[in-house]
């Protein structure tokens, strides 16, 4: 995976509008734990695009795997 962040963010240099290379970096930051850099990859890919199904697809696994982001378990303590 780094060897695909380092390329697409080279390419990006070129082409910053090329949304596949946002993608891809935003991807392959998340299969880093990079999750904050990862999300602001693939915030540009939706606001460029807002009908990106992968990109939106890719904001909520990124969200489900950053443990920072999930609840604490005093609240996701299941209802009684």
Known sequence: MPQAEATARGLLKHYPK???LHSVLGNS??????FEQAE???SKVVSMKPDSLESWSALGY?????????????????WH
């Open 18 to 20: 090329a949304l596949v």
């Open 62 to 78: 990124r969200s489900s795997r950053d443990d920072s982001r999930r609840p604490s378990a005093a609240i996701a303590r299941p």
């Open 29 to 34: 930051l998340i299969g880093q734990r990079e």
């Open 40 to 42: 602001k990859s693939l």
